[in-house]
């Protein structure tokens, strides 16, 4: 073999080897996810979630949830900027029943579900002060659930039912003019869907 014949052999193996390493990097199947919060998270849903943001619980890092006994493999979080581009919306109700009418605005619980990715039968939906509830996620659905940040044009704080609140369109829908407060659930930081 001449040396014209041994380089043109070398570089068509670098070639190839060069072809073959693009050709798996291509064929990785890539994981979908949401976009990475750039502020302070205020909303975590976990559980059976296609388009996570973060990992798994770490006990170093995730006191809260650690301290409130929450594990997850993965999740989606949600910061007030990320939150109040979802499906803005604006809804009217009397919270608590039968009490004065307010103005509520926030995403849709369907648009934070969808943003996440999240799949499941049901939502176990967690306050700040550990209260938790578990209801169907297509109950939830077919009642507009509405994650609100804002409650008459004021953000909702720590303290004031913030900052985000599970409500109703009650005033808005006859069909949940009767509806009592018991998954009106406020301070809420995760979801867990299953």
Do not use: C
Not at 4 to 11: E, K, Q
Not at 17 to 25: C, K, Q, R, S, V
Not at 39 to 51: C, E, I, P, Q, Y
């Amino acid at each position: 073999m001449t040396g014209s014949a041994i380089r043109h052999s070398i570089a068509g193996l670098v070639v190839t080897i060069a072809l073959i390493g693009m050709a798996i990097t291509v064929y990785q199947p890539h994981r979908v996810r949401a976009d990475e919060p750039k502020g302070a998270v205020l909303l975590t849903v976990a559980g059976d979630v296609s388009k996570p943001n973060r990992g798994p619980f770490d006990p170093e890092t995730d006191k809260f949830f650690g301290h409130n006994d929450l594990d997850f493999k993965a999740a989606t979080g949600f910061d007030l900027e990320t939150l109040a581009r979802l499906d803005p919306v604006r809804i009217t109700a009397d919270f608590p029943k039968d009490g004065p009418v307010h103005t509520f605005e926030g995403p849709s619980l369907a648009a934070v579900l969808e943003a996440a990715g999240a799949k499941g039968e049901i939502a176990r939906l967690v306050a700040l002060d550990g209260y938790a509830i578990e209801v169907p996620v297509k109950d939830l659905l077919r009642k507009g659930a509405v994650l609100a940040m804002k409650r008459d044009g004021q953000p909702l704080g720590i303290g004031d039912f913030g900052p985000l609140q599970l409500v109703f369109p009650r005033a808005d829908r006859e069909d949940l003019a009767e509806m009592n407060d018991d998954n009106w659930i406020w301070s809420v930081f995760l979801i867990d869907v299953k």
